[in-house]
């Protein structure tokens, strides 16, 4: 069974940065689709950034374009989403999902449903 496992979130001041990671554990015969999503209360969850599964191409929110990266190590089975110049308006639960992906795929997704297995998420709180 894949699964997600999220960390390194926290809280932060505005204009400060975070890290977080995504291990994913389990086996898989392909590649996989990675994408961040976040959820604050009393909104729906959105897309925040997604990478294929080499990694050569990734997708990002207008919302974040130029402050966030995300990022993967296959040899650690690891994504990252490198958060800079946070915002008030980015505290939410931040979840990492992943989809089985030709490796050699330029397969990207914005789209919550096409991911198949998610993590439990991790807060991310920044103060104004």
């Known amino acids: 069974q894949v699964q997600p496992v999220e960390s390194g979130g926290g809280l932060v001041q505005a204009g400060g940065s975070l890290r977080l990671s995504c291990v994913v554990s389990?086996?898989?015969?392909?590649?996989?689709?990675m994408g961040w999503f976040r959820q604050s209360p009393c909104k729906e969850r959105e897309f925040v950034a997604s990478?294929?599964?080499?990694?050569?191409?990734?997708d990002y929110a207008e919302s974040v374009k130029g402050r966030f990266t995300i990022s993967r190590d296959n040899t650690k089975n690891t994504a990252y989403l490198r958060m800079n110049n946070l915002k008030p308006e980015d505290t939410a639960v931040y979840y990492c999902a992943v989809r089985p992906a030709p490796y050699g795929s330029g397969y990207l997704s914005t789209q919550s449903l096409d991911y198949r297995h998610w993590g439990q998420g991790t807060q991310v709180t920044v103060s104004s």
């Open positions: 389990g086996r898989t015969d392909s590649g996989l689709a």
């Open positions: 990478i294929t599964p080499s990694g050569g191409s990734t």
